[in-house]
């Protein structure tokens, strides 16, 4: 090795190592910073009835007493957008009131009085909502969501009501009707307001105890004034020290000697790529990109001539490869369509199940998904490929759910995939900090599942986000991909992955079919950024539309491709979230939209977090795992599918974007921005 070439990389090491104990210290910061917990009077209060309770403009304080004293909790939410004509559905979490009124005088003076109902009323009323629902047939069911948990309500042969959660149901149970919590709560609300006038029970709010179970000391409170209802949860309790301490070693093991010093034995070829690729791709950001505005009207837009499909994919093959494959791709949208999907799945699995994602949570909803898994895996063969840092790092995070379990999730989410089960689990290391940022999921080697979502509970109920079902030869691609990534976390490593390479791809299904499609992989892999290229080529050559809805947009050169798109009369759209899971990108998001707004960019701010990654280029679709950021772009491990074919293209159109259009509000001004901004973005743009 030259002496130039041995001081750059002495540098790189210096640089890398110095990253690796901030990560390590952020990290562990955050996974022993105290959750948003009730102090210990507030659990002990927890545990008791309330003996009144107060509601005023979307608060509720709950009134106990202790000896001679009282104690007070309370609860709030947001009343500035309550719909007049539809029922309002609410979350919030109690707290320990600091600032209580001083008496029940004052409470009865200036607040409604609510009236309380014992916890079998709510039983009775659920009882009876959950049999109005039921289907009379035995062949399906009903998928209520109620308390931020699935439920398939069907009866048997002789007719009995079952209630099972969505997990447990009976494999072949076909679901047919779909009922949200909102819409659930709004039945109820109607049901409930019928009975007490029935009964001449006044129609002040009311509110019921309905947190017997796993969720601890919760509550529904109904306002029928206002047409609201309210689940209001009890808080999360702290980590005990012992296991924030117990975090905190597991990371630093996985950041030194799982991930570099471990590695470098096993990877010694993914180790010097990966440093060489990130150093580069490292200095390359940090060099200003200069994002041209036009700084007044911008040009009308252009005709609807769009590029030819079929030119368009030979410039394809030249640019990324001349891989396709035949296959169905069928938009998953939301945690509804995908888990239910996805559950079905994994109960009709014949042979086995591989599932390689970037999270594997431990929250309550990750960890029944993990029972069932663990259930399967003593007739079939389940594999479980994660990323070790990712999965690790969302293990911590106190989630911001009221539907939280009051159980305490597992330190290592891969130890409970293995106890008492036949799971094989594998987890991938971090050399460089790098990641597996793909989610794929392969069935029997004939289905699979590819998108944004990880298993998690904010996947499933929280977060708007996208997966595709896929069948066909395309899946024998996708197993080949979860091959060589096992064989590569193995013990085997570079070895084992270099083998694996040239084994055969397989998959189980018809070969062609009439609803078939072609459908190109594309990748981020080390030195090789197929997704960036692809995307910007399509920039560059679209003639009428380009539609991108990503929650991480911080990649200049995409930023100023877009812009120049517009520019040339192309209708650029882009769909961010208005509350975003990572302060840096959220800074990111608003300096891009702000450029995007001057320079005649239509931004949409999506109402909450949309992780959807998705892409329409006239008429080529390009869905994944891969966000609009360095890491995903040029570093990480990504995986994402593209076709030409007018029947997804016209889906993902009419079920995506026309949908989000509609319901997000357009950003028609830039968004005020601080100094502090412009630091996290340039973080952002490392990230």
Sequence with gaps: MCPSHRNALNHALRIWATLLVVFAFLLGGCATRPDAAAPADAEALLGLPPDGAFYR?????????????????????????????????????????????????????????????EHARWQALMHTLLGRLTPDNSTTGTLVTVQGTDFVLYRDSKGQLHSDRLEKKPPTLQIGQRISEEAFSAEANDYLKAELSRDGTTASPVLFAVGEDELGGAFVLFDFASRQSVFIA??????????????????????????????????????????????????????????????????????????DPGKWEQQLDTLVGSEHYRGIMKPLIDGDAFFVSLIQAIQDAKESIEIRLYIFDSDDYALRIADLLKQRSREIRVRVLVDRLGTMAAGQ?????????????????????????????????????????????????????????????????????????????????????????????????????????????????????????????LYTRTGDAQILRAQLAAIRQAKSRIYIEQPYVSDDELIAELIQARQRGVDVRVVLPTRNDSGFMNSANLLAANAFIRNGIRVYGYPGMTHVKAALYDDWACVGSANFDKLSLRINQETNLATSDPRFVGRLEHELFEADFARAKEWVEARPVGWNDYIAEFIADQL
């Design 234 to 307: 009890q808080p999360p309790s702290p980590l005990p020290p012992g296991r924030k301490l117990g975090f905190s070693l597991r990371l630093i093991d996985a950041l030194t000697l799982k991930s570099h010093v471990y590695s470098t034995l096993r990877y010694p070829v993914t180790m010097a790529n990966r440093l060489f690729w990130l150093t580069t791709h490292s200095g390359a950001t940090l060099l200003p990109r200069g994002i041209s505005a036009t700084n007044g009207t911008p040009p009308p837009l252009a005709s609807d001539k769009t590029v």
């Design 397 to 521: 995070v106190p989630s911001r759910s009221p539907y939280y379990s009051g159980k305490k999730p597992p330190i290592s989410i891969a130890d409970y995939l293995r106890k008492d089960s036949n799971i094989e689990v594998r987890s991938l290391d971090n050399p460089w900090l790098t990641s597996d940022h793909t989610k794929v999921i392969v069935v029997d080697q004939g289905k699979a599942f590819i998108g944004g979502m990880n298993i998690g509970r904010e996947y499933r109920y929280e977060w708007h986000d996208l997966m595709v079902d896929v069948q066909g030869p395309i899946v024998g691609r996708l197993h080949k991909d979860f091959e060589k990534r096992w064989a590569h976390a193995g013990i085997g490593g570079d070895l084992a992955f270099a083998i694996a390479t040239f084994r055969e791809e397989t998959s189980s299904g018809e070969a062609d079919g009439p609803d078939f499609m072609d459908i190109r992989p």
């Design 57 to 117: 403009d979307g608060q509720l304080v709950l009134q106990y007493s202790i000896g001679q004293e009282k104690a007070f909790l309370t609860a709030s939410w947001p009343v500035d957008a309550l719909h007049p004509d539809q029922h309002n559905y609410r979350v919030s979490v109690m707290d320990l009131a600091t600032d209580a009124p001083a008496s029940t005088d004052i409470l009865l003076r200036n607040w409604q009085p609510v009236t309380l109902l």
